[in-house]
């Protein structure tokens, strides 16, 4: 019974073998697909994350090269014609906005910063900060500007204690003590607010002969 049993097992596999390979002939290109998929997406993906290190080098160098200048304004033109993406954006943007105030240029300064607070391509932190800064640039528009602080200033904005501050001094040129010493209460009984900003707060209000709050003793 050994040779029918043996026979028997021969044929079985062999038949197993060909289904097999009518089973790889039939769908075994999938596989070849689904490989050479997933080397080619590796494949680019480490070629873009090289693309993006080139020119994130190429940026840095470009910002380090403009900061040499010694002029401004020059400085200014060169930063702005740096060609940069993602976070590189808005830091070029900055570092031009800063540059067109050193220059005197407080106008192209504001609209460098109004622009990156309304790019949506870039994150909301830089965004924000763009905003602030904007809103701290010198302006014929007092009333503009006053709105603005007043929008950052409001519950949970991130720069909402700064814009506080501003909008304090503002109030303090426009000649009223009081309201302004009513905001720097706001700052002083924050729970968030840093010991630089108490110190320059309390500062301020000595000075406008408002007394200090007296320490609670246990």
Same mark, same amino acid.
């Given at each position: 019974?050994?040779? #029918?049993?043996?026979?028997?097992?021969?044929?079985?596999?062999?038949?197993?073998?060909?289904?097999?390979?009518?089973?790889?002939?039939?769908?075994?290109?999938?596989?070849?697909?689904?490989?050479?998929?997933?080397?080619?997406?590796?494949?680019?993906?480490?070629?873009?994350?090289?693309?993006?290190?080139?020119?994130?080098?190429?940026?840095?160098?470009?910002?380090?090269?403009?900061?040499?200048?010694?002029?401004?304004?020059?400085?200014? $033109?060169?930063?702005?014609?740096?060609?940069?993406?993602? #976070?590189?954006?808005?830091?070029?943007?900055?570092?031009?906005?800063?540059?067109?105030?050193?220059?005197?240029?407080?106008v192209a300064a504001a609209a460098t910063l109004?622009?990156?607070?309304?790019?949506?391509?870039?994150?909301e932190m830089y965004r924000d900060l763009a905003?602030?800064?904007? $809103?701290m640039m010198p302006s014929d528009d007092e009333?503009?500007?006053?709105?603005?602080?007043?929008?950052?200033?409001?519950?949970?904005?991130?720069?909402?204690?700064?814009?506080?501050?501003?909008?304090?001094?503002?109030?303090?040129?426009?000649?009223? #003590?009081?309201? $302004?010493?009513?905001?720097?209460?706001?700052?002083?009984?924050?729970?968030?607010?840093?010991?630089?900003?108490?110190?320059?707060?309390?500062?301020?209000?000595?000075?406008?002969?408002? #007394?200090?709050?007296?320490?609670?003793?246990?």
């Amino acid at each position: 019974m050994s040779n #029918p049993d043996s026979f028997i097992d021969e044929v079985t596999e062999e038949v197993r073998r060909e289904k097999l390979y009518g089973f790889l002939r039939r769908y075994g290109w999938i596989a070849v697909v689904c490989v050479l998929v997933l080397v080619g997406g590796a494949a680019f993906i480490e070629y873009r994350k090289s693309q993006e290190r080139t020119l994130a080098q190429a940026t840095g160098d470009a910002l380090l090269a403009a900061m040499r200048e010694d002029d401004p304004a020059a400085r200014a $033109a060169i930063i702005a014609d740096v060609q940069a993406e993602g #976070p590189a954006v808005a830091v070029t943007a900055l570092l031009t906005a800063s540059t067109q105030e050193q220059a005197g240029d407080v106008v192209a300064a504001a609209a460098t910063l109004n622009a990156l607070a309304t790019n949506s391509a870039v994150p909301e932190m830089y965004r924000d900060l763009a905003a602030f800064k904007a $809103a701290m640039m010198p302006s014929d528009d007092e009333s503009a500007r006053t709105a603005a602080l007043e929008e950052l200033s409001q519950p949970g904005q991130p720069f909402r204690l700064l814009a506080l501050e501003q909008l304090a001094y503002a109030t303090l040129d426009a000649g009223d #003590p009081e309201a $302004a010493i009513v905001i720097m209460r706001q700052i002083e009984e924050d729970a968030a607010v840093t010991r630089g900003l108490l110190e320059r707060v309390q500062t301020l209000m000595v000075a406008l002969g408002e #007394p200090l709050p007296t320490p609670v003793t246990e």
